[in-house]
């Protein structure tokens, strides 16, 4: 079905019909209100008021000659009654026929409600086109998007195979020098004479407890140092027996000595019961102190030596084991960075003929011992 062609309309049409149209109805609205009140208006008409006035006394003007006292008789005149107001009952228009708006102006007034309805059903028209078109557009900007998205992704796919073909290339080339450079190492280690490692292999001695003198050594960082444990531990007698009149007051009590050679000992001195043995010899009031733990603390001053100083004619190492006695054992206390100069120095220590012991220690544990502690054992 063909739609309907309505005529254009110049410029501002619209707005002029509004205007005449909205100007025609408050006319003719305000011509019908006019009327209406003339018609029902009503008429007042003023009440009528009757004044009744009093009577007034007569004054005698000539003289009056008093003879014996007589009775006199005055005759009064009562005032007239008031009359009663006389009410008006207001006057009742007859009504009026309402007034008929004049026939050209409705009939303007409707030809403009008509041609105002038309436009409104353009506008109508006009503004579904105009959204039919928009989502058109929006479809075409929609497509037009996805094109330039799918345009972009081929774009970064050609660039990457173009990258991986560029690495794979410059992978090529780098096994390719990778296998030149195996194929002249290989024809070099056929000229040369296969390199042969010995391994040593010595059979372990039985562990036997350490009783004589003992000679402690601290391997740490891949040094070595000397821990002189036996002489802390007389210097630590000799302070006890210095401070023994406090100490047997004393429960528990801490303290330390050095710093020697580096390094500190610290200890606990605590009262312990005596056993019955003791109080049969010493009686029941005897009192016994006794060493409960110790530990050895490094500190600035230490003096530590590498595997080649050590191993070296005139290190402190060395002069420290010549010190020894006869059937000295060495104790090695060693942390898990250092086993392979242990390993140095143990082969060294048993080829002159000493005996070795070696405690492990983890990281952060200092060297410390105990009346329940163990001995070393050295082979």
Request: hydrophobic share 40%.
């Amino acid at each position: 079905m063909a739609r309907k062609q309505h005529k254009e309309q110049g410029f501002g049409s619209d707005s002029f019909l509004d205007v005449l149209a909205n100007m025609v109805g408050i006319l003719i609205i305000l011509i019908v209100i006019v009327g209406m009140r003339v018609s029902r208006a009503p008429v007042f008409v003023p009440e009528a008021t009757v004044e009744v006035l009093p009577a007034v006394p007569t004054v005698l003007d000539d003289p009056v000659e008093l003879g014996p006292p007589q009775t006199l008789v005055w005759a009064v005149e009562s005032p007239p009654l008031p009359l009663p107001p006389v009410k008006s009952k207001p006057l009742i228009p007859a009504p009026v026929a309402p007034l008929a708006p004049p026939q050209d102006l409705v009939d303007a007034s409707t030809a403009v409600q008509t041609d105002l309805t038309a436009l409104r059903a353009h506008s109508t028209e006009t503004e579904e086109e105009a959204q039919s078109l928009a989502r058109r557009v929006g479809q075409q900007e929609q497509s037009l998007a996805q094109t330039r998205r799918q345009l972009a992704a081929a774009s970064i796919d050609h660039e990457a195979i173009a990258k991986t073909a560029r690495l794979t290339e410059d992978e090529r080339a780098k096994l390719q020098s990778d296998l030149v450079a195996l194929e002249t190492a290989l024809r070099e280690a056929c000229q040369q004479a296969p390199q042969v490692k010995i391994l040593k292999h010595t059979l372990t001695p039985v562990s036997q407890l350490v009783r004589g003198p003992e000679l402690h050594f601290r391997l740490s960082g891949n040094r070595v140092s000397h821990v002189p444990i036996d002489t802390l531990v007389e210097r630590l007698q000799a302070q006890i027996q210095r401070q023994r009149e406090f100490l047997l007051s004393q429960e528990y009590y801490e303290s330390s000595v050095g710093p020697l050679d580096g390094y500190r000992m610290e200890f606990v001195l605590e009262r312990a019961p005596p056993t019955a043995v003791e109080e049969l010899n010493y009686g029941v009031r005897m009192v016994k102190l006794e060493v409960t733990s110790w530990s050895i603390k490094p500190e600035q001053g230490m003096f530590e030596e590498t595997t080649e100083q050590a191993l070296r004619r005139g290190s402190h190492f060395l002069n420290t084991m010549e010190t020894a006695g006869v059937g000295a054992t060495l104790t090695f206390w060693v942390y898990p960075d250092s086993f392979e100069l242990h390993r140095a120095l143990q082969d060294y220590a048993q080829t002159q003929g000493w005996r070795v012991a070696a405690r492990p220690l983890p990281d952060g544990v200092p060297i410390a011992g105990s009346p329940r502690g163990s001995k070393s054992l050295s082979q």
